[in-house]
């Protein structure tokens, strides 16, 4: 098989994915697994060198990567981050929603204003946000994909992922819904993944992180990164409209 055989087996070769939260966890691997298989990469996150060492390893694997640092929850550098990605490498194919986190305080007696805010703010109004700035140019070319990470709390919420964390995945549940039915004769895929406990450096922030058994346990990151290619690289024909992911060993008290 020749060069350019290679290249047209690759599912996503020619399109661009837009991936948040791409500097760790589940967005590094998708990053990662969908530049291998074709797709040239934008790596969204806040902290510039963590993304640039996830850039280093997708071309070190030969694919193309572009980093841009943007606090997503603000509409302004969502904007911009989307008309620049269409500058450097291309108009949106795939918007992986990916970046996330909960709040320290899980008692909602206690819970502020301002975490409130701001875990409604990352989880939720980012998703809409990066979602409204890329659907003209995928309306346009007649399609895309855009698949999001919500969490098992959307549907089990929990005292450990607290108040405003289990209400922003439930929001984006059901934000996914509404595009999928206002959308998908359109050509826009639209996924929702529920993954449950998953072994990412989010937990070490924890008031008590899990131990080492525990984490052995869980889902790991790659393994929604290979959902996520899923998503995405089947025939446009297709959708998955929700997945759930979770560890196969159940926790016990």
Known sequence: M?????????PLAGKTALITGAGTGIGRETALLLAEEGATVVLVGRRRHVLDEVAAAVTGSGGTAFP?????????????LVAWTRDTAGPVDILV???GGAGRVVD???????????????NLTAVYLLTQAVLPD??????????????LAAIRPTLLGGAPYGAAKAGVRNFMAYLRNSYRDEGIRAT????????TPAHDTRAVPPGPEQRAAMVRPEDVARAVLLC??????TLIEELVIAPTAQRHP
């Not at 309306?139 to 698949?147: D, H, K, M, N």
């Open 97 to 99: 929603n990916n970046a």
């Open 138 to 151: 995928m309306l346009e070319r007649g399609g895309g994909s855009i698949v999001t990470i919500s969490s």
């Open 68 to 80: 841009r640092p943007t606090h997503i929850e603000n509409a302004e550098e969502v904007r911009a």
């Open 108 to 122: 909602v007696r206690r819970t502020g204003e301002d975490e409130w805010n701001a875990v409604m703010g990352v």
């Open 232 to 237: 995405a690289s089947l025939p446009e024909r």
């Open 192 to 199: 929702c993944i529920l993954p449950g406990a998953v072994d």
């Open 2 to 10: 020749g060069i350019q055989d290679r290249e047209q087996a690759r």
